[in-house]
């Protein structure tokens, strides 16, 4: 589950790697001010949510897996969390804590109501990206000494993406009628969007594994991994102290 076995060969690249990482992070931040607002449901869908009055389970499956296809802070914590699983039966079991969880959290905040500040979720999202990319160079065993379950914390970081979704659903304030058969329809959207993205992810992911590349550049990648959960983190806390709470 990290890096252990490459760290001798990966270690003095990721070092090397380290300035122009950093640079590149700075960067992306520096040239994506709207980052803030890019992930929740905006234009012609959301007035077609906002205006939806009863039952209609296909344009939210759509829209589900849209989100999720899009979902850029959701498919880098997917990212890390495959990082080091090289079985599909590992994959299906990571993967299916983090649906449940947020599956749990989408259903239950939006349903029954339960409310939090979008930019303080976001924010907890951007830091679960950096939390794994700790994980996976092996920081937490050698900060603490032993590493935490990593499927607690799958399953618990899905539980707060989970109320991110909720949070992006919320600001439409949806129609009571027909609530949980959109609200359904919408999660097994993400869910199939999510398997799209993998495929893609995980495609990827082994051609760079057959390579001898991987190795050199596991390190870099979850450095700037780091980095990313960073700056989304970054983002969302500057918009709660500029803009206020957004419930």
Known sequence: MDIARHKGRSMAAGNDAF?????????????????????????????????????????????????????????????????????????????????????????????????????LVDAVIGLSVVYKAVENVGGWRTLFGKQPDPRLSVFGFGLVHGFGLATKLQALHLNPNGLMTNLLSFNVGVEIGQVIALTFILAAMTLWRGTRLFGRTATAANILLMLAGFVLAGEQLAGYVYEGSVP
């Not at 300035?19 to 929740?40: D, E, G, N, R």
């Not at 009863?54 to 999720?68: R, T």
């Not at 880098?76 to 990082?83: Q, R």
């Open 19 to 119: 300035p122009w990482l950093a640079a590149a992070a700075v960067i992306a931040a520096l040239a994506t001010p709207s980052l803030i607002h890019a992930h929740a449901i905006g234009g012609s869908d959301a007035a077609f949510v906002a205006g939806t009055t009863g039952p209609d389970p296909i344009p939210f499956l759509y829209l589900g897996a849209k989100h999720m296809v899009t979902g850029y802070d959701h498919l880098l914590y997917l990212f890390g969390v495959v990082f080091f699983l090289f079985r599909l039966r590992q994959v299906a079991l990571y993967v299916s804590l983090f649906s449940l969880g947020h599956s749990i959290t989408l259903l239950a905040g939006v349903y029954f109501g339960l409310r939090m500040d979008s930019h």
